[in-house]
C-alpha cells in the first residue's frame, strides 16, 4: 500500500511529521506492508496534513488528519474527500507550474522523468540559442517575481551580450508576505527549477547558475541542496548535460534575512558578499550583473514555467491569459481566508471570485474587509474593486498590482491607518540605506502617519506628498512601492484616518 | 550550549572560512559557517576574513551588521522567531507576539533569564496559509494560538 504525507514546510507546520510518523509506527504494529512516500503538497493548504492513499481508483485525499485518525485511516473506517483530482478546489485549476507538486516525490528523478520531466530540457538541447530564446518570446512569459518584465527579452539581451563568463542567477529570496508559491515548488517539484536553469543557460550561453534562498526557508534550502546533488550525479547537472558534451552546474545560496535581497541587485551585490544594497541601472545585470558579467536574474515561478513552455511549446502556454498577460498566474491566497492555499489559473477570474469563490471568505466568519495583493507594497483593494482581473494591466489602472501574486484577506476588524504604519515601519526597518527618499521618507512616513492618527488634519496633505516623492525619488522598489499600501489604504478606506480627528472635534 | 564555550582561536576560525575560499562571493556562506559552528559570529573572525579575502575589517563588519540573520552575541539555547508579516497579522499575530513576550517578560531579540530562549520577529515564514506562524529551531508551526504557543513554550523550557 501506498501512502503520500506531504513533506512540505506548511504541512508540517500542521502536524503532518507527526502523522507520518504514527503510520509507521501503526504499519509496523500490524504487518502491514506501507509504503510512506513524503510528497510535495498539492497547494491546498487548508486541508493539510492532506494525506493520501494510493487505491485502483486513483488517490483518495483524507484532510486534516491528526496522528489519533491513524487507526481509522488504515482500517478505512475515516471519511475521505474522494480522489484528490476531483477535489472542486482542485480540479477547477489550470496546473501548468504545479502539475508535479505534490504528485511525485521530489527527490525522486525517476519520479519527475516519468511525469514529463527533462522534456523540455532535452528538446532545448536539440536547439540553437536564438531559437530558445524565441520560444520563451513566443510564450509572453512575464517574470512572475513582481516587475512582470517579459522574461524572453531579457534572455534575449544576455544571449546577445559578449562575455567570458555568464550566469543563470535565480531569485529565491520570496520574501513578501501572502507568498509561498517559490517555497512550494522547490519543496515539491526541485528538479523542475534545476531544469529551468539549465534550459536558461543554454538560451543565453551560461554555463553556471546560482539560487539566492532565503533562510527563513530551511525546509527548501535542503531539499533543493539534495536535489542539485543528486542532479550531479545524474548527468543532468556538470559538464555534459544529459550527454550533450555541454555544461551547466549551479550552487543554492543562503540568504540572511534582509527583505531588500529580493530586489535583483542587491540580491546580486549579496550573493557577491556585500551588504545588500540596491545599485543604480543602468547598468541592467542582464550586462553587468554577478561579478560585473551578463547575468539573467529571474524568479522561481518564472524559471520552473520554462520547462513547461519547452514540453509544451510557447504557443500553448501564451493560449491560457488575458490581454498582455499570458499563461498562469499561480494566485497564493493567504491571510484570514477560509480556503487559503495555491491556485494555479489562467490570468482573467476577478478579485472577488478568488477571494469569495475560491476562497470562500473569511476565516474568522467576519466581512471582508481588505485585500493586499501583491506582498507588503502592494495596495490595500476594496471590495468595491472585487471586479478587477487579475491581470497585469488590469490591476495597475485600479492603482494597485499583481506583484508575485500573493492576496491577504483581511477581516472588518482590521484597523487601516495601522496597516499604513505598518507599510513605513517595514519599509525603515528593511531599507538597504543607499537612497534618502526610502531611508528618511519612510522614518518621517511613521512619524506622519502617528500626527494623522491624533487627528492633526495638515498631516494627511503632507504623507501624499511624502508618498510621491518616494514613489518618484527612490532607487527601487522598496521605497517606491511602499506608497502603494500606504496611499491605498488612505484613499480606499478613509473612515480609518479620520476616527481620532472626529473625535477632537 | 554554545553559550559557555571559549572564545574561538584563529586557527579554529580559519579552520571553518578556509574551505569556502574558492567560492564566487564567498563572505555569506563563510559567516553562515561561523554561526553554524559557534551560534553567532565572534568579533576575532573579523581580521581573519579581512586577510584571507582581502577586504578591509570595516568592509566585513559592515556585511555583518547589514543582515538581520548574524548575532554577535549568543542567543539561547533555542531561538524563537515569531512572524509580524501582514498575512499573520491578519490572523492575530500582533497579540500572540504581545501575549508571548508579556508572559516571558522579554522584549524582541530578548532571551529568557534563564537562558532557555531567545525571542525574534520575522517578517514572512512563507506559512502566509496558515497563519499566524512561528518557527522553532527551525522548524515551522502553523495556526499558532495561545494554547499551542504555551506547549512550544513549555517544550523549550522557557
Known sequence: ?505 | MHSHAPAPTEEEIRGVVAPLASLEGPLLPMLHALQETWGFVPQAAVPVLADILNLGRAEVHGVISFYHDFRDHPAGRHVLKICRAEACQSMGANALAESTLQKLGIGWHGTTSNGALTVEPVYCLGMCACAPAAMVDGKVVGRVDDARMDRILAEVGA
Open chain 1, 1 to 505: 500500500m501506498k501512502i503520500f504525507v506531504p513533506g512540505d514546510s506548511a504541512a508540517k507546520a500542521l502536524g503532518a511529521d507527526d502523522v507520518a510518523d504514527a503510520l509507521a509506527r501503526e504499519a509496523a504494529a500490524r504487518g502491514l506492508d506501507v509504503q510512506l512516500v513524503r510528497n510535495g503538497t498539492r497547494g491546498m493548504v487548508w486541508l493539510e496534513p492532506l494525506v493520501e492513499v494510493d487505491t485502483p481508483e486513483g488517490r483518495i485525499g483524507y484532510g486534516n488528519v491528526t496522528p489519533d485518525q491513524v487507526p481509522d485511516l488504515l482500517d478505512g473506517k475515516l471519511n475521505g474527500l474522494g480522489r484528490v483530482e476531483d477535489i472542486d478546489w482542485f480540479a477547477r485549476q489550470t496546473r501548468l507550474t504545479f502539475a508535479r507538486c505534490g504528485l511525485i516525490n521530489p527527490l525522486d528523478m525517476d519520479d519527475y522523468g516519468a511525469h514529463g520531466g527533462l522534456v523540455g530540457l532535452r528538446r532545448a538541447l536539440g536547439m540553437t540559442k536564438a531559437q530558445i530564446v524565441q520560444e520563451v518570446i513566443d510564450s509572453g512569459l512575464r517574470g512572475r517575481g513582481g516587475a512582470g518584465f517579459p522574461t524572453g527579452i531579457k534572455w534575449k539581451t544576455v544571449a546577445e551580450a559578449e562575455a567570458p563568463q555568464k550566469y543563470i542567477v535565480c531569485n529565491a529570496d520570496e520574501g513578501d508576505s501572502g507568498t509561498f508559491a517559490d517555497r512550494m515548488i522547490i519543496e515539491g517539484d526541485p528538479f523542475q527549477l534545476i531544469e529551468g536553469m539549465a534550459i536558461a543557460g543554454l538560451g543565453v550561453g551560461a554555463t553556471r547558475g546560482y539560487v539566492y534562498l532565503r533562510s527563513e526557508y530551511p525546509d527548501a534550502i535542503h531539499i533543493l541542496t539534495q536535489a542539485v546533488k543528486i542532479a550531479r550525479q545524474r548527468g543532468l547537472l556538470g559538464a555534459d548535460v544529459l550527454g550533450s558534451g555541454r555544461a551547466f552546474d549551479m550552487e543554492v545560496r543562503t540568504g540572511a534575512g534582509a527583505y531588500v535581497c529580493g530586489e535583483e541587485t542587491s540580491l546580486l551585490n549579496s550573493l557577491e558578499g556585500k551588504r545588500g544594497t540596491v545599485r543604480a541601472k543602468p547598468p541592467l545585470p542582464a550586462l553587468q550583473g554577478f561579478l560585473g558579467q551578463p547575468t539573467v536574474v529571474n524568479n522561481v515561478i518564472s524559471l520552473t514555467t520554462i520547462p513547461v513552455i519547452f514540453e509544451r511549446g510557447a504557443k500553448h502556454y501564451a493560449d491560457f491569459g488575458l490581454g498582455r498577460s499570458r499563461g498562469t498566474v499561480t494566485l497564493q491566497i493567504a491571510g484570514n481566508v477560509k480556503r487559503g492555499g495555491l491556485f494555479e489559473t489562467a490570468f482573467g477570474l476577478t478579485l472577488g471570485e478568488v477571494v469569495n469563490d475560491i476562497g470562500g471568505g473569511t476565516a474568522s466568519g467576519r466581512p471582508v474587509k481588505a485585500v493586499q495583493v501583491g506582498g507588503p507594497l502592494g495596495a490595500y483593494m476594496h471590495i468595491d474593486q472585487f471586479h478587477t482581473p487579475m491581470g497585469y494591466e488590469e490591476f495597475d489602472s485600479q492603482g494597485g498590482l499583481i506583484g508575485h501574486a500573493g492576496l491577504v484577506v483581511f477581516d472588518d476588524t482590521v484597523d487601516m491607518l495601522r496597516m499604513a504604519r505598518f507599510a513605513m515601519e517595514f519599509c525603515a526597518v528593511e531599507s538597504c540605506g543607499k537612497c534618502t527618499p526610502c531611508r528618511i521618507g519612510a522614518v518621517r512616513g511613521v512619524e506622519t502617519i502617528d500626527r494623522i492618527a491624533q487627528g492633526d488634519p495638515d498631516a494627511i496633505p503632507l504623507l501624499t506628498d511624502l508618498c510621491e516623492t518616494m514613489k518618484d525619488g527612490s532607487l527601487c522598489a522598496l521605497g517606491g512601492f511602499t506608497p502603494f499600501p500606504v496611499m491605498s489604504a488612505l484613499r480606499n478606506f478613509p473612515d480609518d484616518f479620520a476616527t481620532f480627528k472626529e473625535a477632537a472635534e
